[in-house]
Antibody, heavy 122, light 110 residues
Framework: QVQLVESGGGVVQPGRSLRLSCAAS????????LHWVRQAPGKGLEWVAV????????NYADSVKGRFTISRDNSKKTLYLQMNSLRAEDTAVYYC???????????????WGQGTLVTVSS | QSALTQPASVSGSPGQSITISCTGT?????????VSWYQHHPGKAPKLMIY???KRPSGVSSRFSGSKSDTTASLTVSGLQAEDEADYYC??????????FGGGTKLTVL
């Protein structure tokens, strides 16, 4: 069965960096686009970024553009989110989710991880 | 990238039907037939309920249906059941190859 498992969350000071990982199994990883979605405490879901099946196309929400970088290693079946210059407002549970197809125009499918909590605080 | 507009809350009694609206703009909902709906129980991963406006993934109850008119998408839940109580989010593809969620709607089954 399809599984997505996030890791790398934790407490980090403002201005510092953190890298999240999402390990996938149960499907042909290299055939699907992947998304990161976050949920701040008490808030709604917010789309963060998407990457195409081959890593050649990436797009970001304005709130993270220039600070976050999405990437993937198809040989390791792993998705990453490099988060730099972190701010208090980046505090959230971060979910990885599979797209329904290979391109960045891929609806977020039913397959989500359980999320990893990132807390930005001094 | 402004969030799509959803009502903060809706409620209904068991057996009744409710509809949740999701209002966007000509840059997202109004142009692309790529609206999806997710059910989210706190502490769990969101669940896809509707995609491409009105399509239902396998395994999702037929009590859930979606539609779209101009810049507003809607999710209807018929025959409300206690297990339907959750937060519901719409999501749409937008220009510049980005995606945008709605603010979320809390469904309460009375």
């Amino acid at each position: 069965q399809v599984q997505l498992v996030e890791s790398g969350g934790g407490v980090v000071q403002p201005g510092r960096s953190l890298r999240l990982s999402c390990a996938a199994s149960g499907f042909t990883f290299s055939s699907y686009a992947l998304h990161w979605v976050r949920q701040a405490p008490g808030k709604g879901l917010e789309w963060v970024a998407v990457i195409s099946y081959d890593g050649n196309n990436k797009n970001y929400a304005d709130s993270v553009k220039g600070r976050f970088t999405i990437s993937r290693d198809n040989s390791k079946k792993t998705l990453y989110l490099q988060m730099n210059s972190l701010r208090a407002e980046d505090t959230a549970v971060y979910y990885c989710a599979r797209g329904m197809s290979s391109d960045v125009v891929a609806t977020i499918d039913r397959y989500w991880g359980q999320g990893t909590l990132v807390t930005v605080s001094s | 990238q402004s969030a799509l507009t959803q009502p903060a809350s809706v409620s209904g009694s068991p057996g009744q039907s409710i509809t949740i609206s999701c209002t966007g703009t000509s840059s997202d909902v109004g142009t692309y037939n790529l609206v999806s709906w997710y059910q989210h129980h706190p502490g769990k991963a969101p669940k896809l309920m509707i995609y491409e406006g009105a399509k239902r993934p396998s395994g999702v109850s037929s009590r859930f249906s979606g539609s779209k008119s101009d810049t507003t998408a809607s999710l209807t839940v018929s025959g409300l059941q206690a297990e339907d109580e959750a937060d519901y989010y719409c999501c749409s593809y937008a220009r510049s190859s980005t995606w945008v969620f709605g603010g979320g709607t809390k469904l309460t089954v009375l």
